[in-house]
């Protein structure tokens, strides 16, 4: 006897038993046709999804160390970019100094030009 031969004798039957209405309530919750999970699937399942989590958190230990390279090259950079607004401050103290000497060496030069006329 085929399934649906099968399925409609049980339906035959339960309506015996049951009666019409709970016939039909109890096979709209028999499946027809699908494959049905085993614990086994379920569980194969469960691995396969772990199995995916533990890959996924390798990578994000990845990234974090990347991120944690990444942070300590940023470190670096803002040591030296310090560096070089000391250097860059002295230098532009330096040329004002040297500046206002040279100014104020040739004002005197001028001076002497104009005494001495």
């Known amino acids: 006897m085929s399934s649906l031969g099968k399925r409609n004798a049980l339906y035959?039957?339960?309506?015996?038993?049951?009666?019409?209405?709970?016939a039909v309530t109890l096979m709209s919750h028999i499946p027809t046709e699908i494959d049905l999970a085993t614990k086994a699937d379920v569980a194969a399942?469960?691995?396969r999804i772990d199995a995916?989590?533990?890959?996924?958190?390798?990578?994000?230990?990845?990234?974090?160390s990347r991120l944690g390279r990444l942070e300590a090259h940023?470190?670096?950079?803002d040591d030296k970019l310090d560096r070089f607004?000391?250097?860059?401050?002295?230098?532009?103290?330096?040329y004002m100094l040297t500046m206002t000497g040279v100014m104020a060496s040739f004002a005197a030069v001028i001076i002497a030009a104009g005494v001495l006329n």
């Open 74 to 77: 940023m470190v670096r950079f």
């Open 12 to 22: 035959a039957r339960l309506e015996e038993v049951l009666g019409p209405e709970h």
């Open 45 to 47: 399942l469960g691995d």
């Open 85 to 94: 607004h000391e250097a860059l401050r002295d230098q532009s103290r330096t």
């Open 52 to 64: 995916r989590i533990d890959g996924i958190d390798g990578r994000f230990e990845q990234v974090e």
